[in-house]
């Protein structure tokens, strides 16, 4: 009994640090989600493009880990604005399913790019910080996971003070609300969503820098998974709500922990998958999110 | 059912292209007057690329050695046409009925990957052409396990998964003295299955037992979730017969979590990235079977180690070794048939005898294993340092 208490605390902790990566790359998704009704799928290669942004800064510049990591956001959210005037703005009036066909080329797009540019072997990340390995009791968390940790909650913390407490903050979410009215109101639209792909892709991108500093490998591929695992995050706490995308980030790497740590590594991915289609059958708004009747 | 329709359209897609290429073109022009067309099909790019290119840069050298001595059947010139199998089962296929149908190359050296070899064997055994794999270690490779029968044109220069598997088993029990093994198979990979099945029956045979037993996919980065289910079984062993980039994750990770008991695998670990991913001293007390170490001593491999480094600036790996010695087999086997078509060349092959490789003499037996030693590898501060040989 006492053992299996360990376990799951221990569980807990994996899953926690787990979790706070796809909560990052989650808000990337809900936010676009909330501003352009578009589920952009090249997200997860934002995030890979970030962890290598991070990669050349460490080596090539010689930057430790804090002015790495805000280097990388910065590169990411430009690229994540460029992709936007590019790819997306053209599309504005387009019917959905080509905006989504469009992201879907675009993470193509990103994805090959990097293996014709930077070589599809994986590099091995250089150690920015020596892991401590701590220890409570049976219990073991290194400095890495706690710097995720901590990493994802300030960032967390800074996104929801912009959103919440900044002018421009309230025009994101004016735009999200009703984008029509909010132009009336004079809100230029095309900043507003500009400045929405620069702070999610900057996220997404701390969060590959994180997973670099944490797992030491990087490749061209890296986004795929974590990128749908993301999508499920956002889905499951609710698409379009900023604290849905934490939470369901969270639970996500904890179920994760849990299904591999009690049932099955084997099952692991089934569990983040089937808990996309639960969602889907019982609660489509999300955990977070509320039945809107939808007008016809 | 779904798989066994995409395989037989595939088929069909080959055969009618197959067709089509041989209606335009003149048939059997693999060997020409002046040089004879051998395919290197290897994992150029993807997660086990390291593999690809230490095998392509391997033959390169044998055909160069070969070459300068005058060719094959009396002055050909010997030439590799490579493609690539991005290191997956289903590129293998395409890349082989290219290799076959478009380049016409008398034999496949090639790939590594156990399960793109078998995927890619129903190609090359249609056209009956041989293919030798250098490291491809499943034995369905060359046996096929619906009918038990050989499979009358596939090789391999290495040793079959049992024997890894087998060898890892006594090397624990005895030498380490371990009685509670760990296995975390790499459910993606025949190779990864195959080592695990036959390290556990020897390892149960024996005495020992295995008290936990994982899986994981390839591309997994996180494994502390099991990793700490098995820290719970409290194992004295893990086993791990996976691929480098996924193994030096996990013994990174284990280490973290304060597993500090021997980690071990196969061949799969042979790679000069381990360190890098793992750590030098997370990898001290980790251990791989391998069937070739650069420290042999023999003449030929002297040899062959002095000219790959000045060529390549660094030792050869087991890939590079194997691949050498396979593109040796298929120059040794055009001599004997005294012929470049690809039907007499298998028949040479399995009838080879007195062939000397830089990873030991090869004899094959009527399942086209080649019967030769092993040797265990152990990391010592990130730096492979050869242990102990194993005879079969």
Known sequence: ?296 | MKRGTKLLSLLTAGMLFAALSTGCGGSDSGASDKTVKVGGLLEMTGGSASFGISSKNGIDLAFKDINAKGGVLGGKQLALVVADTKSEASEATNGMQKLISQDKVVAVIGPNQSSAVIAASAINNGAKVPGITPMGTNPDITVNPADGKTRAYNFRACFIDPFQGTVMASFAYDDLAVRKAAVLIDNTSDYSKGLAKFFTENFTKKGGSVVVEEAFLQKDTDFKSTLTKIKVANPDFIYIPGYYQEVGLIIKQARELGIDVPIAGGDGWDSAKLPEIAGKAALNDTYFSSLYSSDDASDINKKFVEEYQKAYNSKPDVFAALAYDSALLVAKAIEDAKSAEPAKIAEAMSKISGFKGVSGDVVFDEQHNPIKSAVIIEYVDGVQTFKTKVNP
């Not at chain 1, 979790?19 to 501003?35: D, H, K, N, Q, V």
Request: charged share 10%; net charge positive; proline share 4%.
């Open chain 1, 1 to 296: 009994m006492d053992t299996l208490l360990h376990q799951f605390f221990q569980q807990l902790i994996n899953g926690i640090s787990l979790g706070s990566i796809y909560a990052l790359i989650a808000l990337g998704y809900t936010m676009i989600y909330g501003i352009i009704k578009l589920i952009n799928f090249a997200h997860g290669d934002i995030y890979m493009l970030g962890a290598y942004f991070g990669f050349f800064a460490t080596t090539q510049l010689g930057l430790s880990f804090i002015p790495a990591i805000i280097l990388s956001m910065a590169c990411a959210a430009l690229v994540g604005i460029i992709i936007e005037r590019i790819a997306y703005k053209p599309m504005r009036n387009a019917p959905r399913i080509a905006i989504l066909i469009t992201a879907i080329g675009v993470s193509f797009f990103l994805e090959y790019g990097m293996i014709l540019l930077v070589s599809p072997q994986p590099r091995t990340f250089p150690a920015v910080f020596t892991p401590t390995v701590y220890n409570f009791g049976p219990l073991v968390a290194n400095s890495q996971q706690i710097v995720i940790l901590v990493s994802a909650i300030i960032l967390m913390a800074v996104l929801t003070y912009i959103v919440n407490k900044t002018k421009a903050g309230k025009a994101m979410r004016a735009v999200s609300f009703d984008a029509d009215a909010a132009r009336l109101m004079g809100i230029n639209i095309d900043r507003v969503i500009s400045m929405t792909f620069a702070l999610g892709s900057a996220l997404a991108a701390a969060g590959g820098v994180l997973v670099g500093v944490y797992y030491n490998s990087i490749d061209p591929l890296m986004g795929m998974m974590p990128g749908l695992k993301a999508f499920v995050a956002a889905v499951l706490g609710g698409i379009g709500i900023i604290p849905g995308a934490m939470i369901g980030g969270i639970i996500l790497g904890v179920v994760e922990a849990m299904v591999s740590g009690f049932i099955s590594s084997t099952f692991r991915d089934a569990a983040a998958f089937g808990i996309l289609i639960l969602i889907l059958l019982y609660k489509p708004a999300g955990l977070l999110g509320k039945n809107v009747r939808e007008k016809v």
